[in-house]
C-alpha cells in the first residue's frame, strides 16, 4: 500500500466505505483501485465499465451514497470510530499487511490500537490450566506494556481478554462492532468496549459467518507483532492465525503441552518448525525487545506511508492493447492459483496492463484474488 | 581408550578387577595405566612406587588377589557376568566413551546389550499422564527394535521398564547388581532379570549413595543412542543425564509439557536448547535412523578397537626429568580444573611426562580427574 498518511474528510470516507462494499472488491483489489484511479471517488465512476470490460454482463452492485451514510450513522451511533487505513489512529502494524482493511469500526479506547501489541490465541475448549495460564500470562504482558489482542471466542481468548483488561486488550471480532459472539460473553464484550477496545472490519450489524472467521484472523495477527498460541488442535484456527503472522513477517510464539493431550499439538507442531517456546511472560517480552516499534505517536509522520507512486496518475492503457492482453491473461489462468508476477512474466506483458486486466477480470467476477497476490479463475 | 577387542583370561580379569578397585583409579585413570604399563598387571606391581613419586606417603590400598576373587565368586553365585570393556559382549556404545567402567556385572539377558538402545529417563513423582506416555512410548520403541534402557526409579524409569519388557529392557543401577533400590520395585527387579537385563559398575552388594547416581546416569547415557526425557524438574538427575548424553554425543530428546508443571520444565528447556521435540516413538526412531550402527555381532569384529598405540609400551621417562616436570605441572594446577591438554601447553613439556605426572599425582590422591579429561589440585 502506498498511502499518504493523512485523515480523511467525510465525504472521502463515504467514498471509501462505498468502494470497499463494492461486489467483488476486497481490500487488495481496493487499494489497486485507489492506487490506478487517484482516488475512491473516480474508482466509483469507472468501476462499472472496468467490470464489463472485464466480461461482467449484470451491472455490478455498488452501494448507494445513502447506504454508506447509514452505515457511518450506525458507527456514530454505537459510539464507535470508522478509521481508514491511512487515518493516524489506525494501528500502524495492520496498515503494513497487503490486505490491511481499508477501514475498520472501532469502539472503545482507540489509543490502545497505537501500543505495541501481541496476539493470543487458542483453543475454545481449552483446558482448565491453559485458561489459567493464558490469563497470568495475558496479566503480565500488559503489566510489560504489550497490548493484548485476541478473538473474544471462549476458552483461551476469553481469558486472554480477562488477564489484560486492566492493562490494555482489544477484541477482534469476525462480524459487525456491535455483534457479540458467542452470546455468553456479553459482560466481557462490556468491559471490553469500556476498559479496551473492539475492532471490526465487517459493517455494524454483521451476524458472524463461518468465512469471516480466517478473514478476522489476519487482523488478530497483523494488529501484532507476534502471536502466542496456548492449546490449539491440528487444523484450528488459532494455527490459520499463526501462518498469517508468518506471512506478514510476525514473530510466532507457542506455549508446549502433554502430548497426550490432543490440544496441545498445534504448539508443539509450530515449536518443531521453529516457533518461539514460551513458558513464561519474559520469553515473549525478550522476544520482542528487539523490534521496537515505537508508538506510532512518537513517530514522525508519513514515513511508514510514502507517496503514491508514478503509476497511480497515469492513464490507463489503451483499449486494443487491452483487449489483446486480456485474451492472454484469460489463456494464461486456470483454477489452480498462480502469482500475478508469474502471469506478468508468463505472458511477457508489461506489469501495469496485466494489473488491470486482473482487475477488470475480478470486478467482473470471474478471476479471484487469493493470499499472497496469486490469482485463479473462477 | 584404545584396546584390541578380546576376550580376557580369568587371571586377567582379576587384575582388570584389583586395578579398577584400588584407591584413586577411576575408569579414565584405569585405562591410562593399561596404555602406559601394557597389562593390568605390570599396573599393579608399579602402581606403589607411582604414587609414592606423586607425593604419597602413606601405603596405597590395592585390593588383595583374594577380594578380587570374592567378587568374581559373588558375580558368579548370582549368575552374573562381569565383561570387560574389551570383550565382544560389551555394549559396544558404552565402550566408546572417555570413561567407560572397565568392568560392569550383568545380569540376565547379555544379548540386549549388543542391540542398538535408547534410553528413557524421568522424574521419580511422575504425574500419571507422563507415566502412562512414558509406557507407551516404550513399548512402541521396543517394538521398533530399539532396546529401552533407564535407572529402574521411581515414576519414569519404572513406567519404561514396564512398557518395554517383553521387546527388550536394560536397568543400570547405582549400587551392586543384587541390590534392589528402590525395595518396591523388586518384582519389577525379577522381571528385568528374566526377560530383560540388569548392569552395575560397582561391586556386588555394594549399597547405592548419593554419589554413585550421577555416576550411574552416564552409563544410562553411554549405553545408548540417544536419550528421552521425560517430565524432570530443573536440576534433576534426568537433566545430568541429558549432559552426558551430550558430552558423549548422543541424541537428546524430550517431551514437552505444561509451563504450568514443574516437572516439565526440563523437558521444555532442553527443547529450547535444540533437543528433538517427542510427541510419539516415531520421532525418536526416526531421529536415530541415520545413526544404523548395527548389533555388534554383524560387524567385523575389532574396527571399534584399535591397536594400542606406541606409547603404551614406551619405557616411562627418565626420573630427573619428571621431578623437574612433577614441580612445574603443580605449580600450573589449582582447584579450578583445567583440560590435560591445556596443561601440556602451559608447561611446553611432551604429552607422555604431563600424563605420567598427572597419573602419579591422582593416584597419591592429590589431584581429581573430572569429566572432559580436565584435572584439578585436591
Known sequence: MALIRRPLSDAERLDWLRLIRTENVGPVTFFRLLEQCGSAARALQILPDMARRGGRTSPLRIPAKAEAEREVAANAKLGARLLAACEPDYPEALAAIDDAPPLISVLGNVHLLKKRAVALVGARNASLNGRRFTQQLARELAEAGLVVVSGMARGIDTAAHEGA??????????????VVYPEENEPLYRRLKAEGAIVAECAVGTQPQARHFPRRNRLISGMSLGVVVIEAAH???????????????REVFAVPGSPMDPRCQGPNALIRQGATLVESASDVVDALAHLTRPPLAERAQGDLFAAPP???????????????????????????????????????LSPAIVHTVVLELELAGRVERRPGNQVNLI
Not at 329 to 336: F, G, K
Open 235 to 249: 487444523k484450528s484456527g488459532s494455527l490459520i492465525t499463526a501462518r498469517f503472522a508468518l506471512e506478514q513477517g
Open 165 to 178: 483488561l486492566s492493562g490494555g486488550t482489544v477484541a477482534v471480532l469476525a462480524g459487525g462492532v456491535d
Open 310 to 348: 508514478p503509476t497511480a496518475i497515469l492513464a490507463p492503457p489503451d483499449e486494443s492493447e487491452l483487449t489483446q492482453a486480456r485474451a492472454l491473461v484469460l489463456e494464461s489462468l486456470s483454477p489452480t492459483p498462480v502469482p500475478v508476477d508469474e502471469l506478468i512474466r508468463g505472458c511477457q
